[in-house]
């Protein structure tokens, strides 16, 4: 099986200027595995539904406790009950009940599968390294212009390597963009991400997190 070559990627300083390029880790020269970003994508999905829609049964609806009619010699249908599931009122069988729908991925699947979906955005050109900007105070318009500067379009993902509340702030009020710590963000997330922002740090814990070169794709 050939191996991908290492992508490069593009670097910007805090304001939004070339910084020249960047080497990425040795993890990302994989072949993308669709199939495996697919399960990632079907398991996140399902596990985030709530899960609560709900029927009653006749048991659960209430009235219905006297026997419409006498069981014989009426010339109707018998019936034990006005709740039953034929009448206009009456319970549902076999409806929706409260539920969970867990679906859960081995753990070599879940890497390369975060794997995958970096390498196509960083082939793509789609990765980009920037350097943690200075919020202080935290300014949407700062983003903003930086955002502008890199010439971004749809959503936008900016991947930190651990929580910052100044860049989070500076953020909420931007409708496409998303922050997210290099430890938790999503296949999901950054499968619709049109571009992926992410600082020198993060990409290294990125890297780490997607493991080993034990699991390739093809």
Known sequence: MTTAVVPSLSKFDAAGEPAGTVVAPAVFAVHPHAHAVYLAVVAQLSNARVGTASTKTKGEVSGGGRKPWRQKHTGRARQGSTRAPQWPGGGISFGPRPRKYPKDLPRGIRR??????????????????????????????????????LGTEGAVVFVGDGRDEGLLRACRNLPRVRVAMAADVSVYDLLNAS???????ALASLAKRCGPEDVHAS
Do not use: Q
Request: hydrophobic share 50%; no cysteine; net charge positive.
């Open 112 to 149: 390369l599968a975060l794997r995958s979906v970096l390498a196509a955005k960083m082939k793509d050109g789609r990765v980009v390294v920037v350097n943690r900007p200075v919020l202080d105070p935290p300014k949407t318009k700062t983003i903003a212009s930086l955002l502008a500067k």
């Open 195 to 201: 571009r992926i922002m992410v600082t020198a740090e």
